[in-house]
C-alpha cells in the first residue's frame, strides 16, 4: 500500500481512501501498525480542526434517529459531517451488526456525510481501540463536524469524554426515576443533557424529565471549562426534528466560549497525553503476551489461582517483579 499516496487523497477529502484508511488502523496486524504510524504522522501535518462531539444514551433513546436528524440539518447549512458510530461486539463470537448505515439511510446517501461504524470488540468505555485515530483522519479529511456515537451502556461511557470537544447525553422520558442523573461518572462529564422524544404524548413528561435534570445539574460542582448557564438540559424531538437548531446553538456557543479563554486546546493537549499513556499502557500489557517467559508464568500463576493456591493479588505482584526484572 502507497501510504504517502493514502494520505494525499485523505486530505483531498475522497470518502473512499478516508474508509480504507482507518480500515488500516484499525488492523492488528504488525506490519499495518507500522503503516497506519506513518500514515497518522503525514495527515497531521495539515493541523485541521474539526468540533468533535461526544454522543451517549442508554439502548433505545433514539441516538441513531438523532444523528441522522442532527447531521442533515448540519449539512443543509453546507457543514462536513462524519459519523463514527461503535457497535457493541458479541462476547461469545466477537461480531458486531454494524447496521448503523441502514439506521441513517438518509444521512448515508448525502454526499457531505460520511459514516463508519466500527466494532467495539474487547474495549470497554463504549468506543473501540483506535476511534481517537478515526476522528484523526477525519478531521485531516476537511469534515467539520466529527459525531462519536457510543455503544449506549449507560454510566461506564466515560472513555468517549476523553476524545471529543463536547460530550452530549441523549436520554429518554419517563426513563425512571429521573433523580439518577445526580449520580457521578457520566452526568459529571456531560456538557449538555438533551432529552428526546419530546413530542406527541411524551412531550409532557419530556418537559417534565428535562426540568429534573436542569435541577441536577444545578447541584454539581461547577467547572472551570464551562460559561454561566453551562452545562444545560433541553428538550429535542429527533424525529419532528424539533429543538435541533437551539442545540446546536448551544455547542457553537460552548465551544467558541471554551477556544476563547484557552480552554479549547489545554483540553486537546490533556487528551493527547492520556492517550500517549494509555498506548505506553496496553504496550505493556501487550508484551505480557508475547514475551514466551512472561506468558508461561502468566498461565501457572493463573492455574495456582484459579486451584486457590495463590491470591489474585499475590499472583500479580510476582507478574510486576518479573515485568521489572526483565
Known amino acids: 500500500m502507497d501510504i504517502q499516496e493514502l494520505a494525499e487523497k485523505v486530505l483531498a477529502g475522497e470518502r473512499r481512501a478516508l474508509a480504507r484508511a482507518i480500515t488500516l488502523i484499525e488492523s492488528r496486524r504488525p506490519d499495518h501498525r507500522a503503516e497506519a504510524a506513518e500514515l497518522l504522522d503525514v495527515v497531521k501535518r495539515s493541523d485541521r ?3 468533535r462531539i461526544g454522543l451517549s444514551g442508554t439502548p433505545g433513546v433514539g441516538k441513531s434517529t438523532f444523528i441522522e436528524s442532527f447531521g442533515m440539518m448540519l449539512t443543509a447549512k453546507g457543514l462536513r459531517v462524519a459519523v463514527l458510530a461503535v457497535d457493541p461486539s458479541s462476547a461469545r463470537s466477537g461480531g458486531s451488526i454494524l447496521g448503523d448505515k441502514t439506521r441513517m439511510e438518509r444521512l448515508s446517501r448525502d454526499p457531505r456525510a460520511f459514516i463508519r461504524p466500527s466494532p467495539s470488540q474487547s474495549e470497554l468505555g463504549g468506543v473501540a481501540r483506535r476511534t481517537r485515530e478515526a476522528v484523526a483522519l477525519c478531521e ?19 472513555v468517549v469524554a476523553e476524545m471529543s470537544d463536547l460530550f452530549v447525553l441523549l436520554l429518554a422520558p419517563a426513563g425512571g426515576d429521573e433523580l439518577q442523573g445526580v449520580k457521578r461518572g457520566i452526568m459529571e462529564i456531560a456538557d449538555i443533557i438533551l432529552v ?6 411524551l412531550k409532557p413528561a419530556a418537559m417534565r424529565t428535562c426540568a429534573d435534570y436542569a435541577g441536577a445539574l444545578r447541584l454539581l460542582r461547577k467547572r472551570p471549562q464551562d460559561p454561566d448557564n453551562f452545562p444545560k438540559a433541553r428538550t429535542v424531538s429527533a424525529l419532528q426534528e ?10 457553537i456557543t460552548l465551544s467558541d466560549w471554551r477556544r476563547e479563554t484557552s480552554h479549547w486546546d489545554a483540553r486537546r493537549a490533556s487528551q493527547a497525553r492520556h492517550w500517549f499513556e494509555e ?42 517483579a518479573k515485568l521489572n526484572a526483565v
Open 49 to 51: 480542526q474539526a468540533l
Open 140 to 158: 485531516a479529511a476537511g469534515y467539520d463536524v466529527v459525531l462519536i456515537e457510543t455503544v449506549g451502556v449507560g454510566q461506564s461511557e466515560t
Open 196 to 201: 428526546n422524544k419530546a413530542d406527541g404524548e
Open 242 to 251: 424539533g429543538g435541533l437548531e437551539d442545540a446546536w446553538a448551544d455547542m
Open 279 to 320: 498506548e505506553v499502557r496496553l504496550g505493556a500489557l501487550a508484551r505480557l503476551s508475547q514475551d514466551k517467559e512472561l506468558s508461561a508464568l502468566m498461565d501457572q500463576l493463573g492455574t495456582e489461582v484459579a486451584k486457590g493456591l495463590t491470591s489474585p493479588w499475590a499472583a500479580a505482584e510476582r507478574v510486576i
